[in-house]
Protein backbone atom coordinates (compact mmCIF):
# COMPACT_ATOMS: atom_id res chain seq x y z
CA UNK A 1 0.00 0.00 0.00
CA UNK A 2 1.41 3.49 0.00
CA UNK A 3 2.36 5.95 2.02
CA UNK A 4 2.62 9.49 2.12
CA UNK A 5 4.66 11.33 5.23
CA UNK A 6 5.71 15.35 5.71
CA UNK A 7 7.51 15.33 8.54
CA UNK A 8 7.02 18.78 9.34
CA UNK A 9 3.98 19.71 11.29
CA UNK A 10 4.91 22.93 11.83
CA UNK A 11 6.62 25.36 9.76
CA UNK A 12 7.18 29.52 9.62
CA UNK A 13 8.56 31.85 6.93
CA UNK A 14 8.78 35.40 6.63
CA UNK A 15 7.02 37.40 4.33
CA UNK A 16 8.80 37.99 1.26
CA UNK A 17 10.70 34.54 1.89
CA UNK A 18 11.27 31.20 0.39
CA UNK A 19 9.81 28.29 2.66
CA UNK A 20 10.09 24.55 1.66
CA UNK A 21 7.33 21.87 2.90
CA UNK A 22 8.98 17.50 2.42
CA UNK A 23 7.16 15.17 1.61
CA UNK A 24 8.01 11.83 1.04
CA UNK A 25 5.97 8.73 -0.06
CA UNK A 26 6.01 5.12 -0.38
CA UNK A 27 5.38 3.13 -3.38
CA UNK A 28 6.28 0.05 -5.90
CA UNK A 29 4.35 1.74 -8.70
CA UNK A 30 6.18 3.65 -11.68
CA UNK A 31 3.73 5.63 -12.75
CA UNK A 32 1.61 7.93 -10.38
CA UNK A 33 0.72 11.69 -9.87
CA UNK A 34 1.78 13.58 -6.96
CA UNK A 35 -0.20 16.38 -5.37
CA UNK A 36 0.37 19.51 -3.24
CA UNK A 37 -2.90 20.94 -1.74
CA UNK A 38 -3.62 23.97 0.18
CA UNK A 39 -6.37 24.08 2.87
CA UNK A 40 -6.96 27.78 4.15
CA UNK A 41 -9.00 27.91 7.58
CA UNK A 42 -12.17 27.92 5.25
CA UNK A 43 -11.27 24.40 4.86
CA UNK A 44 -11.62 24.38 1.01
CA UNK A 45 -8.77 22.02 -0.68
CA UNK A 46 -7.23 23.31 -3.40
CA UNK A 47 -4.84 22.19 -5.44
CA UNK A 48 -1.45 23.89 -5.69
CA UNK A 49 0.61 21.95 -8.14
CA UNK A 50 0.40 18.65 -10.09
CA UNK A 51 3.27 16.53 -10.70
CA UNK A 52 3.44 13.63 -13.47
CA UNK A 53 5.55 11.02 -12.10
CA UNK A 54 6.94 10.28 -16.03
CA UNK A 55 7.85 13.66 -16.47
CA UNK A 56 10.97 14.63 -15.16
CA UNK A 57 11.02 18.26 -15.39
CA UNK A 58 9.84 19.23 -12.03
CA UNK A 59 6.18 21.27 -11.92
CA UNK A 60 5.88 25.50 -11.36
CA UNK A 61 3.11 27.12 -10.82
CA UNK A 62 3.98 30.87 -10.71
CA UNK A 63 5.65 31.16 -7.13
CA UNK A 64 4.88 27.51 -6.68
CA UNK A 65 7.62 24.92 -7.08
CA UNK A 66 8.67 21.29 -6.54
CA UNK A 67 11.58 19.35 -6.63
CA UNK A 68 10.52 15.51 -7.48
CA UNK A 69 13.26 12.86 -6.30
CA UNK A 70 11.23 10.10 -8.30
CA UNK A 71 14.30 7.55 -6.56
CA UNK A 72 14.43 8.69 -3.16
CA UNK A 73 10.78 9.24 -3.28
CA UNK A 74 11.07 12.88 -2.06
CA UNK A 75 8.12 15.77 -3.22
CA UNK A 76 8.67 18.71 -1.55
CA UNK A 77 7.26 22.53 -2.24
CA UNK A 78 8.82 25.42 -2.79
CA UNK A 79 7.11 28.94 -1.99
CA UNK A 80 8.95 31.92 -3.13
CA UNK A 81 8.19 35.22 -1.88
CA UNK A 82 5.71 34.10 0.24
CA UNK A 83 2.57 36.29 1.27
CA UNK A 84 0.56 36.26 3.82
CA UNK A 85 -2.52 34.55 2.08
CA UNK A 86 0.03 31.63 1.68
CA UNK A 87 -0.84 30.74 5.35
CA UNK A 88 -2.72 27.79 5.51
CA UNK A 89 -2.23 23.60 5.66
CA UNK A 90 -0.51 21.91 3.38
CA UNK A 91 -1.26 18.70 2.44
CA UNK A 92 0.73 16.19 0.05
CA UNK A 93 -0.55 13.67 -1.60
CA UNK A 94 -0.45 10.60 -3.94
CA UNK A 95 -2.54 9.11 -6.86
CA UNK A 96 -1.82 5.77 -8.44
CA UNK A 97 -1.94 5.51 -12.20
CA UNK A 98 -3.56 2.68 -12.40
CA UNK A 99 -6.19 3.47 -9.30
CA UNK A 100 -9.48 4.11 -11.46
CA UNK A 101 -10.95 5.34 -9.24
CA UNK A 102 -8.22 7.93 -8.87
CA UNK A 103 -8.43 7.96 -4.89
CA UNK A 104 -6.04 10.31 -3.49
CA UNK A 105 -3.68 9.56 -0.38
CA UNK A 106 -2.76 12.52 1.57
CA UNK A 107 0.14 13.00 4.38
CA UNK A 108 -0.63 14.35 7.65
CA UNK A 109 -0.26 18.15 6.43
CA UNK A 110 2.51 20.70 7.48
CA UNK A 111 0.89 23.97 9.18
CA UNK A 112 2.52 27.17 7.03
CA UNK A 113 2.35 30.33 9.09
CA UNK A 114 3.36 33.59 7.50
CA UNK A 115 5.00 36.65 9.69
CA UNK A 116 4.15 40.03 8.61
CA UNK B 1 -19.47 27.75 -12.57
CA UNK B 2 -20.67 26.63 -9.21
CA UNK B 3 -18.05 24.38 -7.55
CA UNK B 4 -19.00 21.11 -4.92
CA UNK B 5 -21.21 22.46 -2.25
CA UNK B 6 -22.33 20.14 0.78
CA UNK B 7 -25.08 20.57 3.42
CA UNK B 8 -25.13 21.14 6.21
CA UNK B 9 -22.10 22.74 6.81
CA UNK B 10 -22.33 21.54 10.36
CA UNK B 11 -24.01 18.86 12.48
CA UNK B 12 -24.42 17.81 15.90
CA UNK B 13 -25.82 15.19 16.83
CA UNK B 14 -26.32 13.05 19.59
CA UNK B 15 -24.68 9.24 20.11
CA UNK B 16 -26.99 6.99 18.73
CA UNK B 17 -28.93 9.26 16.05
CA UNK B 18 -28.42 8.67 12.25
CA UNK B 19 -26.63 11.41 9.82
CA UNK B 20 -27.17 12.60 6.39
CA UNK B 21 -24.93 14.03 4.64
CA UNK B 22 -25.10 15.77 1.05
CA UNK B 23 -23.22 16.62 -2.09
CA UNK B 24 -23.71 18.59 -5.25
CA UNK B 25 -20.73 17.91 -7.34
CA UNK B 26 -19.94 19.92 -9.82
CA UNK B 27 -22.26 19.73 -13.02
CA UNK B 28 -21.10 16.44 -15.32
CA UNK B 29 -18.21 15.79 -13.01
CA UNK B 30 -18.12 11.74 -13.59
CA UNK B 31 -15.89 11.01 -10.56
CA UNK B 32 -16.98 11.56 -6.75
CA UNK B 33 -15.25 10.93 -3.53
CA UNK B 34 -16.10 11.08 -0.21
CA UNK B 35 -13.41 11.55 2.60
CA UNK B 36 -13.09 11.71 5.87
CA UNK B 37 -10.27 14.43 7.77
CA UNK B 38 -10.12 13.85 11.56
CA UNK B 39 -9.20 17.22 13.41
CA UNK B 40 -5.33 17.95 12.59
CA UNK B 41 -5.05 14.89 10.20
CA UNK B 42 -5.31 14.64 6.27
CA UNK B 43 -8.03 13.46 4.81
CA UNK B 44 -8.71 9.72 4.18
CA UNK B 45 -10.57 8.09 1.34
CA UNK B 46 -14.01 6.59 2.31
CA UNK B 47 -15.10 5.65 -0.98
CA UNK B 48 -15.61 6.14 -4.56
CA UNK B 49 -18.96 6.61 -7.26
CA UNK B 50 -18.35 6.72 -11.28
CA UNK B 51 -21.62 7.89 -11.92
CA UNK B 52 -23.69 5.99 -9.63
CA UNK B 53 -21.82 3.34 -9.79
CA UNK B 54 -20.21 3.06 -6.18
CA UNK B 55 -16.70 1.22 -7.48
CA UNK B 56 -14.77 1.39 -4.37
CA UNK B 57 -16.06 1.40 -0.76
CA UNK B 58 -12.96 0.20 1.03
CA UNK B 59 -12.07 3.16 3.20
CA UNK B 60 -15.53 3.23 5.31
CA UNK B 61 -14.71 2.76 8.56
CA UNK B 62 -18.14 0.37 9.45
CA UNK B 63 -20.97 -0.83 8.27
CA UNK B 64 -22.66 1.61 9.98
CA UNK B 65 -21.14 4.41 7.10
CA UNK B 66 -23.55 4.20 3.66
CA UNK B 67 -22.83 6.06 0.87
CA UNK B 68 -25.01 6.42 -2.63
CA UNK B 69 -25.06 8.57 -5.70
CA UNK B 70 -28.99 6.94 -7.11
CA UNK B 71 -28.77 9.43 -10.58
CA UNK B 72 -25.33 9.56 -11.06
CA UNK B 73 -25.08 13.99 -9.82
CA UNK B 74 -25.91 14.53 -6.05
CA UNK B 75 -24.47 12.01 -3.59
CA UNK B 76 -25.68 11.36 0.19
CA UNK B 77 -23.38 9.64 2.96
CA UNK B 78 -25.08 8.33 5.84
CA UNK B 79 -24.08 7.51 9.10
CA UNK B 80 -26.17 5.42 11.40
CA UNK B 81 -25.78 4.84 15.10
CA UNK B 82 -23.47 7.27 14.88
CA UNK B 83 -20.40 7.14 18.03
CA UNK B 84 -18.33 9.81 19.12
CA UNK B 85 -15.25 7.91 17.20
CA UNK B 86 -17.53 9.70 13.69
CA UNK B 87 -16.08 13.42 15.13
CA UNK B 88 -14.72 14.83 12.15
CA UNK B 89 -14.99 17.07 8.78
CA UNK B 90 -16.52 15.04 5.81
CA UNK B 91 -15.28 16.41 2.49
CA UNK B 92 -16.53 15.47 -1.00
CA UNK B 93 -14.90 16.34 -4.21
CA UNK B 94 -16.02 15.65 -7.60
CA UNK B 95 -13.73 15.16 -10.72
CA UNK B 96 -14.05 15.32 -14.57
CA UNK B 97 -12.22 11.90 -15.11
CA UNK B 98 -8.17 11.69 -14.88
CA UNK B 99 -8.09 15.56 -14.03
CA UNK B 100 -8.04 17.70 -10.49
CA UNK B 101 -10.54 16.47 -7.56
CA UNK B 102 -12.66 19.74 -6.77
CA UNK B 103 -12.92 19.50 -3.05
CA UNK B 104 -16.38 20.96 -1.49
CA UNK B 105 -16.23 23.16 2.08
CA UNK B 106 -17.04 20.02 4.45
CA UNK B 107 -19.39 19.24 6.63
CA UNK B 108 -17.84 19.12 10.24
CA UNK B 109 -19.74 16.28 12.50
CA UNK B 110 -19.39 16.66 16.32
CA UNK B 111 -21.15 13.30 17.93
CA UNK B 112 -22.12 14.62 21.65
Known amino acids: AQTVTQSQPEMSVQEAETVTLSCTYD???????LFWYKQPPSRQMILVIR??????QNATENRFSVNFQKAAKSFSLKISDSQLGDAAMYFC?????????????FGQGTELSVKP | GAGVSQSPRYKVAKRGQDVALRCDPI?????LFWYQQALGQGPEFLTY????????KSGLPSDRFFAERPEGSVSTLKIQRTQQEDSAVYLC??????????FGPGTRLTVT
Open chain 2, 93 to 102: ASSSGAHEQY
Open chain 1, 27 to 33: TSESDYY
Open chain 1, 51 to 56: QEAYKQ
Open chain 1, 93 to 105: AYRSWYNQGGKLI
Open chain 2, 27 to 31: SGHVS
Open chain 2, 49 to 56: FQNEAQLD
